[in-house]
């Protein structure tokens, strides 16, 4: 009898952690960021979701130079919340894999928009992000704020990371 409660109890763990769930979801505005989620989710099976803007970014609206630039502008007001196209629905999965570029040390404000939307509630988060020099910073802990309810488990710049970096990174904060 102990050895059919002890095989049910092993077997039902085996299948909780085998129907876990995990989406990648990443926002990019030059196809950086963009090709390390794609990458990486292919790696680990996952699903992918694009954050897609209302307003797609130009080059002129990532112009860092030009104060007057959207991006420069939604970077510094800390209440912007840029329109998503279309929705995304993380109600199926048990992790979120959150992948962004990294616009003035923070995440874009977009994520933002993207993170205040979701029922975060028994999930876990991590975040990956591509830089041009600032790394990850503090934005994966300022947008864990955001997911109310979630387990963040961290978060780390992968620039010039690969796929297998990132699966292993991932897997091994999983465990």
């Known amino acids: 009898m102990k050895k059919l409660i002890l095989t049910l109890l092993l077997g039902g763990l085996l299948m909780a952690s085998a129907s876990a769930k995990t989406a990648f979801v990443y926002f990019s505005a030059t196809g950086t960021t963009e090709?390390?989620?794609?990458?990486?989710?292919?790696?680990?099976?996952?699903?992918?979701?694009?954050?897609?803007p209302v307003h797609k970014y130009t080059s002129a609206d990532l112009n860092w130079h030009d104060k007057k630039s959207l991006s420069s502008i939604e970077c510094?007001?800390?209440?912007?919340?840029?329109?998503?196209?279309?929705?995304?629905?993380?109600?199926?999965?048990?992790?979120?894999?959150?992948?962004?570029?990294?616009?003035?040390a923070y995440a874009p404000k977009i994520v933002y928009t993207f993170v205040e939307s979701?029922?975060?509630?028994g999930k876990k988060i991590i975040t990956l992000c591509t830089s041009g020099g600032s790394g990850l910073?503090?934005?994966?802990t300022d947008l864990a704020k955001y997911a109310k309810g979630a387990d963040f488990r961290g978060g780390k710049d992968f620039t010039r990371g690969k796929a297998d970096e990132i699966k292993k990174y991932v897997e091994g904060l999983l465990k």
């Open 35 to 52: 090709k390390i989620a794609k990458d990486a989710a292919s790696a680990m099976g996952a699903d992918i979701f694009e954050i897609q």
């Open 137 to 140: 910073g503090r934005s994966g």
């Open 118 to 121: 979701q029922k975060w509630e």
């Open 76 to 104: 510094n007001d800390p209440k912007s919340r840029p329109a998503i196209a279309i929705p995304i629905d993380i109600s199926g999965y048990d992790t979120v894999v959150l992948c962004y570029p990294i616009w003035w």
